[in-house]
Structure formats: C-alpha cells, structure tokens
C-alpha cells in the first residue's frame, strides 16, 4: 500500500510541477523564437512558434553596441557578486540581533525595520542623501548601496528562521559551555541555516542582477557610463524607445529615424540577453543552493 | 499568600506584584554588559545602512505636503497642506481604481500562497533530483522575466488578428474571434493567471526552504502510526508553515494599497476600455504624472499608500498578537 | 517608555541632518574613498567656483542627449567644438551625455543638489515642473544680451520657449507652419490609376473615396491608415485647424477651422466636428480600414508601413515631410494635402534648451548657445559630425549642401547624432537622398502663409498652476478614450458620451474657465 501510494504522490507530484514547468518554460522559448523572427513578418502576422521568416537583424542591432553589452556584463556579474555577499553578511547578523527578543533595544529596532518598509522618503531624498553628502555618484558604491544592501523582508524571513527553526537549547548549551555570542552564530547558528541563507542569497542575488534603477539615477553617462550593468543599458535602449513612441508626432519632428529605433524583435533579443547569462549561473549554482537548502535542513 | 521572601542577588532586591496581586520576589537582571554588547556589535552595520539609506531621506515625506521649490530647499518651500493629494480623488473613478488595488491584492495573495506551498510540497516529494532540480529552474525562469517582455508574450497570445489563441484555437474550433484587448470582462482572470506565473518559482522558493526544513523525524513518526501521504500534509508539513504564512500575510497586508505597477500597465498595454478593470492606484498616479513631472504629487500618492499601509499593518499585527503571540512582526 | 526615546532620537537627528539639506549648499563630504577611476571626471561636475569672465577659458556643462552608444569619436567632436569656442568667445564645453528620456529628470535633480549645470534640455514634456520648482532661470534679460544673434534666427518661434510671460527655454530653430495631409504609397495609386493633385486641398471625403478604391482591390489583410495611437490629436493633426494653446488637448483649444481670429477657447470633445470625427472613424474600422489592432499596438508607425499591407498614413504636408517619410520607410510615398500651412503656438515647443539656476556663468552659457544657432561650422560639427570622417559634401549651392554619411548604417560611424534638436535647422545640410533645395523650399513655404492664417494666440502660454489637480485629471481622461476613438475601436454611440461625463468629473470646464481668463487677460494686453 505504501508504496502504491507513494507512486500516486509521484504521479500527481510530475503531472502538476511538469505542467508549471512546461507553462513557464514555452514562453521563454517562444521569446527566443521572437527574437530571431523578421520584424516585417511578425508586424503582419504576429508572432509564432513557427515563424515563416527568420532573420538574425535583432543581434545585428546589438552586436553595434557589443563592446558596451559586453563591459555591462562583467560590471553586473561583479556588482551581483560583491552586494550578494554583503548583503548575507549584513542581514544575517542583524537579523540574528533582533531575533533574540530579551535584549534591550531589539524590539525597538525590529520595529523600526518594518516601518521602512512602510515608510519611504523618495527619490529626491534619497538622492541628495547619497549623491550631496556621501559622494557615491559615479562609484562603484552606487550600485552596491542604494536600497538593495540590506532589504526589511529578507531580514524578517531570517529572523523567523532563526526563532522557529533553531532550537535555544542549542544556544543555551553553547553558552554554558563559554562559546561567545560570535561563536556561536558562526559555528552553530549559520550551518544550520544554510536553507534560508540559500533563499536569501537568491533573491538577493536576483535583486541585483535585475537593477536599474541604481544606474540610471547615480550613474552619468560619461563619468559612469563604465559602471553600466546590463539592465541599465537595456533599459536605457527602452526607455527611448517608450518616449519617441509617445511623442510619436513630435519625434517625428526631431527627425528621429524611427527605422532605426529598435523594433519589437529587438526588444525580444535584448530581454533574451538580459535573461540567459542568469539562467545559465543559475543551472550551475542550483547544486549548492539546492544542497544548501536540503543540508541545512537535516536536523541531527 | 503575603510571603515575603527576601532573595539577595547581587545586592538587588525588587518586588513586583504579580497577576493575582500577590507579592512575588523577582530577580532584577542586571544588565550584563559582556553578554549583550556582541549583540549590538552584531547589528551595527544593519543599523548604520539603516539609518543612512532610509532614516535619513525619511525627511523626503514632506515633499507630499509642500509646494515644492529647489530654490528654497526642501524644508523652505511652501507648505500645500493636502493640496498635492486632490489629484488622487479628482477622478470619478477613485473608488474603481481603489477597489481594483484591494481586490487584485487579496486575489493574488490568497491564489499565490496555496499554490506555492502546493508547489513546494510536490516538489519536495519529487524523488528523482534531476527532475526535481529541472522543475525548480523552470519554474523561476518567469520571474527572471520583465514586464515589458511579459506583455509583449501575452500579446502574442491575446492579439486580435494574428494572436495564437484566436488563430489557433478559436478559428479551428469554429468560434468567433475574441477583441481581447477591448472587453473587459475576462482580464481580472488573464492578470490573476499572468502573476500568478510569473510569481510563484519566488514564493515557492521561500515555503520549499521551510519544508525542507521540517525533520523527517515527524514524517517517519507518523509513518509508523498509519498514517497517509495528504494525512502527513494535513497534520505535519502545513502546521508547521503556518509561521511563514502569517509573517508573508502581515507583510502584504502592508502592501495592500500598492500594485505591481508593471504588471497592471505593461500587460493591458494601456488600452482605454480596460480601465475599469485594470487600473490601479500605481497605474493612475503614472498616468496621471507621466507627462507633468510633479514630484510633490507622485510623493503624496506614495504617502498616501504609506499610511494606509501602516494602519492595516498594525491592525493585522495586534489582530495576529491575540491568536499567536510569535507570529506577529512586532 | 523606551520605545518614545529611541524613536525620537532617531526623528531627531533625522531633522539635524535634513536641516543641513535644507540649507542647500553644505556638503557634508564623506568621501568614501572606495569608487574606481571615475574616467574623465571633468572639472564641473562637482560646483567649482565661477571663473573670471575675461581672458580665462569658462568651462560649462551641456547636457547632450544620447541614444546610448556614444561612439569612438565622440570626444574628437567636442574638441573640434572647443577649438572653436575657445577661440570665438572663451567657452569650453563639457558635454553631460543623458539619455533622451530622462534628460528632465537628471537636471532636476542635478541642479536640485547643487551640481554644476549650464544649459539643459527638456524634451516632449512640459517646462513647467522646471519653473516651478525654481530650477531654469528667465532667459529675456539674457538673450538681450548675449544673444542677439540667437533671436534674430528665432523669429516668432522664441514663443514657443515662453511660460508666464518670460522666456524660459530655446527651441531648435526651425519651420514655423505645419501643414497637414495624407501620405499614399506612390505604387498603390498608380496600380489603381488615381492621380494627386499637388496644389489642390482635399477634403476627408475625397480620400475616402481613394480608401474605398484601394480596399475593394487589395482585400482583407489590408489597411488604410496607421493612426498614432500615442497622441490624443484626431488623424494626427490632419483633421481641423487648431491651436492646443493650452499645450494639451483638454486645456482647451481655439478652433480655427471656424476662423483665424476666434479666441474662444473650447472644449473639442463636446463640438459637432469632433462627434462627426468620431464617427467616422468608428465607420472606417468597420470597413476595415483601420487595423484592430491599432489601439494597442505597439509598434512605431514606420515599421507597420513597412510591412506593406498599409496604403499610408495622415502626416505633415510641409516640403521636406514627403522626402523625409519615404526615406525613414524605404517606400516612395505621394503627398495629398489637405491642411493648408499655419502657424500656431501649441502651447510651447517641444524640445527646449533652458540654463538651471546652477550654473557657473548664464552669460556665457547663452553665449554659447548663440554660438551655436548662429555659426554652421560649429552647429554642424554638433550635429553631423567631423567632414571626411562622418560624412562628404556631395554637392554645394546656394540653395544648399548635400551631404551622405561614410556609412551604409550610420550608427557604426564613429560619431552619429540621431537627434536633430541642434542650433538652426534650416541651415543644415540636407542627407541624401533627400532633394539639396529642402530648405530653401522650407523657408519658401514659412514665407507664403498669410498672416490670417496666424493664430491669435501666438505668445500666449497657459500658467495651470491652480488648476494643476483639475488638469492632471482631465488628460487622464483625454489618455484614456482618445486613442481608442482614434482607432474606431469603440463604438461613439455609447463611448463618446461617457468621455464627456468623464470630462466634466474630472473638472475640464474649470480648467478651460481659466484658461478663457488668462488669454483674455493676456488679448488685453496685446
């Protein structure tokens, strides 16, 4: 009977995940289809899974700004790295902090953490903020710092990790026998929570990656324009594209050739190659995250 | 019982009355310094990101309430009083665009959350690792996606002429096809559907390291006493998410009167028609300041969905408190 | 209760530090030391003091808006522009590169913190939030005196800079009528044997009839117009004369078409024309002369033409509007006018060089745009690019020069600027294939519209300011049924009414009321 039943759950398990992975997976490919689709052709005739005409004018637009996409990456990959890391750091130790109640101080702090999330200055602020007093225009810090360094959520599902899943005993014995509070979070705390720190180094991972906003506001194009990640340049090629198509009457005007402005084939490869490089990371990091989530979750 | 029993620690003697108003000797803690400073060393750097990253702009708020003017700063503007929030309710459609905030919010959240932890749970009792590994990427692969490309997708499916379920699926049955972009009527399911898959590899990822975090201990347990897989689901694996959905439910609660501006903006592409049904908050104040670049006016419609927040969070909070005192967020 | 404190210590340095912003001037430089080479960090990005007038070189920053992708020789261009201004008036320019779309954006929060900027551009959206906030500074005093030159090129066009009575930006120079009509494909009306008459004004029935002709032989999969689904204007502007004089459509405009010297403004959605345009549209739809999908595509209208199931479209009918579509497509269209050429205001040009409050020397900033607008040497280097690098002169005469880029595709040149908002547009050279007299003959046209076919209301420019809520709701409004009925994609029985209601909701007649006083008031003074 066991295992007639565990066969069912695997029947049902397959059926129902297969069916999301197949819904999620045929419109990535039908953005890769669209992507190497003549333009001409889907305008008249829409876009298909069998396009009658193929054209590889998309990447041919890109490939002119090569060298930039190409830079963009590097910059994404190490600004994705470096705040990913930091961020687990910065978030874990806090939410470590605040996770243990009885020490004064920490409920204050755990709700001064959910009010950001609530409360937001703006853009204005948050600009002179950063550019007028600490001077991260055009750094590498821009990209590091605004908004994504430490995020209210991740923080809060850390914490209750840390209070649901962690038994006190633990830490109790630890303490009795001399362990510094350190100590203890390194040695006993984070092994234990490699499933969360997994999520959280996902999502933040994700976070970076699919940002900006950061470049557009705190990069200029000339003293900064090196720092450009990879959604700042495709967003950057967007944008205009939304502006010269509102003002289409006035663009015409200004004599901006709307040939030339990329077309909805384009705007398909450029969401491709934003797309696939973190993709790809992800196909070779799901081993540890997956090990990360699963280890982590055996309780001794 | 008026015992008083004298308890010397450390020179430190308190009474305090306790709930039956009996005279009970408690231990004063004293503060053990070497105890809590690694803990505040601990969330220095937290706290300092904190302060610098949102406590300071916080002063930014004020811009809702002022006549804003660089030259004079800030703070030496004019004040509008409530004037930068009129533009919020000037439209006949108010209650439409509110009600569409509320509601797409609670659909989402309720429609999301079950299938995630449905998601989640399969996925786990998926044995073959491949096929769960393969599962897992695919899923999240729609959240990787933007929302500009997500609606250029869904018009490929929804075009009128050459869209593929017109072409594709209603021509060959015979049926007429549908102006999918002008009736309004089946978009409150295309959005549900839309977001839904496009979020659910995310939240799946949160509720699928909670299960795994469940010892097998419990499952083997009840194993042993008979008892049947959804049993096992019913008893063991949901009791013990319900922290976690709690916690997600406070904090969309927060949220509540704020949208996924994408979604509801790319996906219709802005066709007239669907408003009534499209339209939320977020979408109205982009429209409605696309071509006037006002920041008092955008600023008042993010405190305005700030205070309604904080309200219903709080509420939600202390309602949560009274059933399950560590669930609460605060 | 401890929880008070700690929040109010918080709140209070909070205030401490934001009252230092609000100071507005005093950096509390906490350099954090960390960044990489900031490449060329010019001099001005950070506020250095003004430099003397005479004899030094003063450096300003010019914002230059840029489609991404500067190219190798960008830097070459601005030290060729230099050379020259350097020379000419003691200007060195740095230029600020920004993208298009967000060039208002990164003014105002450049000039907004306090960081050097001399002349910035607002494109397609309006100068207001600038003034408003107190970031631009009045240009009149300026232009009288660094700017003779500048003014003079202008002509009547520096109105479409003014706000309130003062001028606040500088529009491109260029034609100063717009004449409208419809553009067919060359090849389609010879197929079906029907001939234009270039001097005559045909009326929307007239082109019906062509429509008709076109369809009946081309079939189903066929369209006869791409409307702009983008813009609120009826068959983008071919439709009626009209002055949007409050810049937008639901401020109210003058209808012209009833006369040159109506100064009523008017709501154009409750009048009979617009009910009738309504409807005739609708009509086309349902004769499938406007695609379904026209709503809610999003692709620019020249791709759609492109891909030949399209007779053509409604556009301008200004001498260079034919040459210029039939290139940007790749078809050779006709034009049939049907608007005939007048000059109005519109509420203000779209695309405006203004000078923020921070920058070094205004004076010098004017200059250099004067510079600019009055020396084709320096506005084409500007625009085209170096000579021999960027492109050849073809031919020379005097009705003008005729130049062709060094490059099949003129992105992959070193330096292309596909932008023409720069300096004087009738001096430009004109790209091949485009004919060598388009200038000449865009002047020419300028110069044979009458001045009963001026709109009243030139120099006039509506201050929304206390209706700012009202006007807000009501181009919402205008945003959502007008590209619909534009389309034909609703049935105007049922659809036009509620527009109205929703109109009058959001408070379009008091918008209008004010707009009526402040042009009385302004007619007053004339």
């Known amino acids: 009977m066991k295992s007639r039943e565990n066969t069912i759950t695997q029947l049902i398990a397959h059926i129902f995940c297969g069916a999301a992975a197949l819904c999620a997976l045929l419109p990535f490919v039908l953005l890769i289809i669209a992507s190497f689709t003549d333009n001409a052709w889907a305008t008249a005739n829409g876009y298909s899974f069998l396009p009658k005409e193929w054209s590889l004018e998309a990447y041919r637009y890109i490939a002119v700004q090569g060298s930039t996409i190409g830079r963009a990456y590097v910059m994404t990959v190490v600004v994705t790295v470096l705040g990913t890391v930091s961020s687990i750091l910065i978030t874990t130790l806090f939410a470590y902090g605040i996770s243990n109640k009885d020490i004064p101080g920490m409920k204050i702090l755990n709700f001064l953490l959910v009010f950001t999330m609530l409360f937001n200055g703006g853009l204005v602020s948050t600009y002179y903020t950063y550019v007028k007093y600490f001077q991260i225009r055009d750094t590498i810090w821009a990209l590091l710092l605004p908004n994504l360094l430490m995020n209210a959520f991740n923080v809060i599902l850390v914490k209750n990790y840390f209070t649901n899943s962690i038994p006190p005993s633990l830490k109790e014995a630890a303490r009795i026998d001399g362990a510094s509070e350190f100590r203890i979070f390194v040695k006993i705390i984070m092994p234990l929570s490699l499933p969360i720190v997994a999520t959280i180094g996902l999502m933040t991972a994700l976070a970076y990656w699919n940002d ?49 402005m990329p077309t909805t084939t384009i705007r398909m490869a450029i969401a491709a190659i934003g797309i696939l490089p973190i993709m790809i990371a992800y196909s070779f990091f799901q081993r540890y995250f997956v090990k990360g989530i699963t280890l982590g979750g055996v309780k001794e | 019982m008026n015992e008083r029993v004298a308890l010397v620690f450390r020179r430190e003697i308190i009474m305090t009355a306790s709930k039956n108003r009996q005279l009970v000797p408690v231990r004063k803690k004293k503060i053990r310094w070497a105890h809590i400073l690694p803990f505040y060393i601990m969330v220095l750097p937290g706290c300092i990101y904190l302060l610098v990253n949102n406590y300071i702009p916080m002063y930014g708020i004020i811009i809702a309430f002022k006549k804003l003017n660089f030259q004079k700063g800030i703070l030496g503007s004019d004040w509008a009083g409530l004037d930068n929030f009129k533009f919020l309710f000037a439209t006949k459609d108010s209650w439409v665009i509110t009600r569409n905030t509320l509601l797409y919010n609670v659909a989402f959240f309720i ?28 899923i999240l692969l729609p959240y990787l996606m933007s929302w500009v490309v997500v609606g250029y997708l869904v018009y490929t499916f929804l075009s009128g002429e050459a869209g593929l379920i017109n072409k594709s ?23 549900l559907l839309v977001n839904t898959w496009k979020g659910i590899g995310y939240s799946m990822i949160i509720y699928f390291s909670n299960v795994v975090g469940i010892s097998q201990d419990y499952y083997e347990a009840a194993r042993i006493d008979g008892a049947t897989k959804w049993q096992q689901i019913k008893k063991i694996t949901l009791p013990l998410l319900k922290p976690t959905v709690i916690t997600l439910f406070i904090l969309s609660i927060g949220q509540i009167f704020r949208s996924d501006f994408g979604l509801f903006y790319q ?64 | 209760m401890k929880l008070k404190k700690v929040v109010s210590l918080v709140l209070c340095s909070a205030m401490v530090l934001s009252s230092l912003a609000g100071c507005g001037g005093s950096s509390n430089g906490t350099d954090t030391g960390g960044g990489t080479d900031s490449g060329t960090t010019d001099a001005g990005t950070e506020g250095k003091a003004a430099e003397a007038d005479s004899g030094e070189i003063t450096n300003i920053v010019w914002q230059y808006p840029s489609p991404g992708n500067l190219g190798s020789g960008f830097d070459d261009v601005e030290a060729a522009l230099n050379e020259m201004l350097e020379r000419d008036i003691g200007v060195h320019v740095t230029f600020e590169p920004v993208e298009l779309a967000k060039s208002q954006t990164e003014a105002t929060l450049m000039a907004s913190s306090g960081q050097q900027l001399d002349i910035c551009l607002t494109a397609f959206t309006s100068i207001a939030p600038l003034v408003d906030g107190g970031l631009i500074h009045p240009l009149d005093d300026l232009l009288a005196k660094n700017g003779q030159e500048l003014s003079e090129i202008l002509g009547t066009n ?73 813009t609120q204007e009826p068959l983008n502007d071919s439709y009626i004369e009209m002055d949007k004089i409050g810049g937008k459509m639901g401020a109210g405009v003058l209808m012209l078409n009833r006369g040159f010297d109506d100064l009523t403004v008017t709501n154009l959605f409750t009048t009979d024309e617009y009910a009738e345009y309504a409807n005739l549209m609708y009509q086309w739809a349902q004769k499938g002369y406007i695609s379904p999908e026209a709503a809610v595509t999003t692709e620019f209208a020249g791709s759609i033409l492109q891909t030949g199931n399209y007779l053509g479209q409604f556009y301008w009918a200004d001498p260079a509007a034919r040459g210029g579509m039939s290139s940007s497509v790749g078809i050779d269209f006709t034009l049939i006018p049907m608007i005939e050429g007048y000059v109005t205001n519109n509420g203000g040009g779209a695309i405006l060089w203004s000078i923020p409050v921070t920058s070094v020397n205004p004076d010098k900033a004017m200059q250099a745009l004067n510079y600019v607008y009055s020396h084709p040497e320096a506005n084409w280097l500007i625009q085209f690019g170096i000579e021999g690098v960027s492109y050849e002169v073809l031919e020379e005469t005097e009705e003008g020069t005729l130049i062709q880029y060094l490059a099949d595709d003129p ?116």
């Open chain 2, 111 to 138: 429609v999301g959350t079950i299938l995630a932890i449905a998601m989640a749970i399969l996925i786990n009792e998926v044995t073959s690792k491949v096929a769960s590994k393969l599962y897992q990427s695919l």
């Open chain 2, 267 to 330: 996906i219709p592409k802005n066709s007239g028609p669907l408003y009534d049904v499209t339209r939320t908050l977020d979408v109205y104040v982009f429209q409605a300041l696309m071509k006037n670049s006002d920041y008092a006016m955008s600023s008042a419609a993010g405190a305005y969905q700030s205070v309604v927040g904080f309200i219903c969070i709080v509420i939600a909070n202390q309602v949560v408190k009274k059933f399950n005192k560590d669930s609460a967020l605060f």
């Open chain 3, 411 to 526: 992105q992959s040149l070193p330096y292309h600027n596909p932008y023409g908002l720069w300096g004087n547009i009738l001096e430009w050279p004109v790209v091949a294939p485009t004919p060598i007299n388009k200038n000449q003959l865009t002047k020419e046209f300028d110069a044979a519209i009458p001045e009963s076919r001026y709109s009243p209301a030139l120099g006039y420019n509506f201050v929304q300011g206390s209706v700012n809520t009202e006007m807000t709701a009501v181009d919402t409004v205008v945003d959502q049924y007008t590209p619909s009925i534009n389309c034909g994609a609703l049935d105007p029985a049922k659809s036009l009414p509620e527009f109205i209601a929703a109109l009058e909701a959001a408070g379009i007649n008091k918008v209008i009321e004010e707009n009526q006083r402040q042009l009385d008031a302004w007619a007053a003074e004339q």
């Open chain 2, 169 to 191: 699926i209603l021509e060959p049955l015979g049926l007429d096809k549908i102006n999918w972009y002008m009736e309004k009527k089946y978009w409150p399911f295309i959005l």
């Open chain 3, 158 to 230: 520096v109105n479409l800079g003014k706000y309130d009575s003062q001028v606040y930006g500088i529009p491109p120079a260029d034609r100063t009528g717009n004449a409208y009509g419809y553009m067919a494909r060359t090849d389609l009306l010879e197929k079906y044997g029907i001939t234009i008459d270039s001097n005559k004004y045909y009326t929307l029935e007239e082109i019906e009839e062509i429509f008709a002709t076109v369809k009946a032989g081309e079939g189903d999969n066929f369209y006869c117009t791409v409307p702009w689904n983008t």
């Open chain 1, 212 to 260: 900006w906003q950061n470049g557009m506001y705190y990069l200029s194009e000339r003293g900064g324009g090196h720092l450009y990640t990879i959604q700042t340049v495709l967003n950057n090629i967007n944008e205009n594209l939304q502006v010269l198509k509102q003002n289409a009457s006035q663009a015409a005007s200004i004599g901006a050739t709307t040939v030339n």
